[in-house]
């Protein structure tokens, strides 16, 4: 586990689950219980009061990118993912392009505890404080 992972989870996650989910993402093993959830039932954990709607028009990862870089986001982010780019720190933009659209559990953080961009099976947020 990394500073975003942490400071990720401490921001948007409700407190009451984030001890477990640190664990979680702490043991590699267990891992893939903290990003299926993600997919699945994010709405029983993350904090809704963080979200913030992405126009339909701009649920693309040029468009992200933009927003997201408007918001102070780096060229680099983090990522928690049921994809391939799980634990990595990454282009931001490249992992826009590998997430957006495709279904995946997924939270990007840009910047630790206070922005990051957020895929479910059906749902597409950007996560601020």
């Known amino acids: 586990m990394n500073l975003h992972e942490e400071t990720l989870v401490?921001?948007?996650v409700e407190p009451s689950r984030q001890e477990r989910?640190?664990?979680f993402l702490d043991q590699p093993?267990?891992?893939g219980r903290f990003t299926d959830e993600l997919a699945h039932r994010h709405d029983r954990f993350l904090?809704?009061?963080f979200f913030r709607s992405i126009p339909p028009s701009q649920q693309n990862p040029s468009a992200l990118f933009a927003i997201?870089?408007?918001?102070g986001a780096p060229d680099n982010c983090s990522v928690i993912s049921e994809g391939s780019l799980d634990g990595q720190e990454v282009d931001l933009l490249a992992a826009l392009k590998e997430v957006v659209g495709y279904g995946m559990g997924t939270l990007i953080s840009c910047i630790p505890g206070r922005l990051a961009y957020f895929e479910s099976e059906d749902e597409r947020y950007i996560l601020q404080k």
């Open 68 to 71: 997201l870089k408007r918001l």
């Open 21 to 23: 989910f640190l664990t």
């Open 10 to 12: 401490k921001a948007f």
């Open 29 to 31: 093993k267990k891992r």
């Open 47 to 49: 904090q809704p009061k």
